[in-house]
């Protein structure tokens, strides 16, 4: 008697603000390369449901998790809820960002607050979270998505790139923590990508941004979901601590 094939368990991964941009980008990607994608959003269910639809049509598997990252509860909670209902996570992408830029003389305390609070905290609560998990399953990938402004700085965007630097460095010392468990921990820095965060930005804006991009065009989704799927598979298991530009050259 033939044995009934069960089907294969796919490996799980969570990707924070998935709901537009580069993370539905993403998450996209890893639908389409076998993962069971966990769909992370903020405010946004309509378009968080849109991409789970969207990747279900195209028979990949996708979930929804509403949770705000900045909420450190919210997060072990939301965690705890993944790994008893879909199984211990083996993907984690830190993607969920927000800028409120200006200069800093005229800096409020409360946007201040909420730079940090997203952009470097909740990435500290969900790779915490993550790290409980994969430590016990003795691998995992977390690729922290920070940006070209954390290393290179930009005028009015202080708080943003005060964020996105203290993500480097979080994440090349928990690198340190996690490899005897082989948990790897990369950060991926994007340039300019097309998506609502650089929406905002007017023509003439882009045209200044496009002077100093040496490969003359703006990035897309896609650009930055090609380098975490590598980072997430065993292709990159000798990999770890790294930051790893996706540019067009505008920072070397
Ligand atoms: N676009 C660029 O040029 C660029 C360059 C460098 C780095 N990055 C980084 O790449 C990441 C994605 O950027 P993007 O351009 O795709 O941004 P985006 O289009 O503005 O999307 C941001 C995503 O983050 C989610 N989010 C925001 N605050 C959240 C919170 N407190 N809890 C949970 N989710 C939250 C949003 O969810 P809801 O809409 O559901 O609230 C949305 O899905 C960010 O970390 C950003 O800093 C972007």
Same mark, same amino acid.
């Given at each position: ?21 580069? #993370? ?35 028979? #990949?598997?996708?979930?929804?998790? %509403? ?6 509860? %919210? ?30 003389? &005229? ?20 790779? &915490? ?10 691998? #995992? ?15 009015? %965007? ?25 948990? &790897? ?59 790893? #530009? ?7």
């Amino acid at each position: 008697m033939q044995a009934t094939q069960l089907p294969e368990k796919k490996p799980i991964a969570l990707v924070t603000g998935a709901s537009r941009g580069i #993370g539905a980008g993403i998450a996209s990607r890893l639908a389409r390369e076998g993962y069971h994608v966990i769909l992370n959003y903020g405010s946004n269910e309509e378009k968080a449901r849109e991409l789970q639809t969207r990747i279900r049509a195209e028979g #990949g598997a996708a979930d929804l998790c %509403q949770f705000n990252v900045a909420d450190s509860a %919210q997060v072990n909670e939301k965690f705890e809820w993944i790994a008893k209902t879909f199984g211990r996570l083996s993907v984690l992408v830190n993607n969920a960002g927000i800028t409120i830029d200006g200069l800093l003389i &005229r800096m409020k305390d409360e946007d201040l607050e909420k730079v940090l609070s997203v952009d470097l905290k909740g990435a500290i609560y969900c790779t &915490r979270a993550a790290a409980n998990q994969m430590m016990r399953e003795r691998k #995992g990938s977390i690729i922290q998505i920070s940006s070209v402004i954390g290393e290179m700085g930009n005028a009015g %965007q202080s708080a943003y790139s005060a964020a996105k630097a203290g993500l480097i460095g979080f994440s090349k010392s928990v690198a340190k923590e996690l490899a005897s468990r082989q948990v &790897r921990v990369n950060v991926v820095t994007p340039g300019f990508i097309v998506t609502d965060m650089t929406g905002v930005l007017t023509e003439a804006q882009k045209e200044d941004i496009l002077r100093t991009v040496p490969l003359g065009f703006l990035g897309e989704p896609e650009d930055i979901a090609s380098l975490v799927s590598f980072l997430a598979s065993p292709a990159s298991r000798y990999i770890t601590g790294q930051v790893i #530009g996706v540019n067009g050259g505008m920072y070397m």
